[in-house]
């Protein structure tokens, strides 16, 4: 996260702390197809999570959107 902004870092940390409390209302969240991890559209901005066997979610990456973003999930 230092590559970002300080203003990228607020809005990403507050993105996170919405799906920790989750509070899903206003976040543009899809399943992704053929996996089980789901992404939130931020701007350019995608963070790639899913919920593990104890209902809590794990970050897999948090990245600009570009062509590699959903490789190798």
């Known amino acids: 996260m230092r590559k ?3 203003k990228e870092r607020k809005s990403i940390l ?3 702390g ?3 409390k ?3 209302f206003g976040l543009q969240i ?3 197809r053929g996996t089980f991890y789901y992404r939130v559209r931020h701007g350019r901005f995608r963070i ?3 919920y593990n066997e104890n209902n809590d979610f794990e970050v897999v990456k948090v990245e600009y959107r570009k ?3 959903y490789k190798d999930l």
């Open 30 to 32: 899809k399943k992704l």
């Open 67 to 69: 062509e590699s973003t």
């Open 14 to 16: 507050g993105i996170l």
């Open 48 to 50: 790639i999570f899913w």
């Open 4 to 6: 970002r902004t300080q």
């Open 18 to 20: 919405l799906l920790e």
């Open 22 to 24: 989750r509070e899903f």
